[in-house]
């Protein structure tokens, strides 16, 4: 019998002691998302046109009416499955082109949009490609309007950071990408821990040479490969454990010990920093309590600062062992 209860014991510690080694460990993430929504730009001065419904989107200036052919492309993505407060490690996007008349790669930048738009549905009634755009509906995106007809934006073309987040070479057929820069992980990282601000970005070239807009596959494409696609690599935060007063990542006989000195402090509700953890708003015995559950000397702290069990974790394993007792002997009385 002694046998069997300490080849039990055995194994319950070492799987307790591995659970220690990556309980609170963050590793990092990496995913991916579709569009939200993406539209067209078209360049019009009474806010005309609209293509938010089409299966392409495009930047750069056409061929067509000289005072009228700039293209800009807007996309926004929804962010709200990355937690607020995670590092954000590298982002890219990816799109494809399906159409040019280009010749050669061309430039082009992503900016920070700085005013929210709406997508649509409209489409190109007279051309299959839709670089002509068609007439524009309320709730459309236009070259002046950011939700016609009423919503405009501050500067005809959009409003965005001049800065750009990121640049690329945009070949004339297939995919391309625009690589992880400090732009786009600082545009990500806001969005993130405030959605209120995502506005997505805008997709634009020089416009200083006609002929070289490029048609892109939209979120609508009937290709999926295709289509634009986000990758952000992240590390989540850390979610602080009850009982780790010192937040060093560990439970342990150092923070047994500073919650001992606060205790019968009234503080505020869940005031890790003091030891108030149960949310009543006094350091006692609820909090002792969490503590001794969620005791891990182990976990993230590291080898030269893991103090041996001392008086404050005796004191922590007595009050336990008292409240188990008394358990008992009321089960038995009853």
């Not at 601000?197 to 892109?216: H, M, P, V, Y």
């Not at 008292?322 to 009385?333: D, N």
Request: net charge neutral; proline share 5%.
């Amino acid at each position: 019998m002694r046998k069997t209860i300490a080849a039990r014991g055995a194994t319950l510690a070492m799987a307790w002691s591995c659970w220690l080694l990556t309980a609170s460990r963050s590793e990092a993430v990496t995913m991916t998302f579709g569009a939200a929504k993406d539209a067209t730009l078209y360049e019009s001065a009474t806010g005309a046109l609209s293509g938010g419904g089409e299966d392409g989107f495009f930047a750069g200036r056409t061929v067509q009416v000289a005072a009228e052919d700039a293209r800009r492309a807007l996309i926004q993505f929804n962010l709200s499955s990355i937690p607020a407060g995670s590092t954000i490690n590298s982002v890219s996007l990816r799109l494809s082109v399906l159409r040019t008349n280009a010749t050669s790669p061309r430039a082009m930048t992503l900016h920070r949009l700085l005013g929210d738009w709406g997508e649509g549905t409209t489409v190109d009634p007279d051309r299959p490609n839709g670089g002509s755009g068609g007439p524009a509906a309320n709730g459309d995106a236009t070259w002046i309007h950011q939700f016609r007809p009423g919503d405009l934006w501050s500067t005809a073309g959009g409003d965005f950071s001049a800065a750009a987040s990121a640049t690329t070479n945009v070949p004339t057929s297939g995919a391309f990408t625009w690589n992880t820069s400090s732009g786009l992980v600082a545009d990500v990282l806001g969005w993130v821990n405030d959605p209120t601000s995502n506005f997505g970005w805008l997709i634009k070239d020089a416009e200083n040479t006609a002929g070289t807009s490029r048609r892109f596959a939209s979120r609508e494409n009937s290709v999926a490969n295709n289509r634009p696609l986000l990758t952000i690599d992240f590390t989540p935060p850390v979610v602080r454990t009850p009982g780790d007063v010192n937040n060093d990542g560990a439970v342990n006989a150092v923070d047994a010990a500073l919650l001992a000195a606060a205790y019968g402090t009234t503080t505020t509700a869940n005031n890790f920093d003091l030891g108030e953890f149960s949310g009543d708003g006094i350091v006692g015995v609820a909090d002792l309590a969490i503590l001794q559950r969620n005791f891990s000397p182990l976990a993230q702290a590291s080898p030269a600062t893991v103090p041996e069990p001392g008086s404050a974790l005796l004191a922590v394993s007595a009050m336990a062992c008292a409240g188990v007792v008394a358990i008992r002997r009321r089960r038995r009385a009853g």
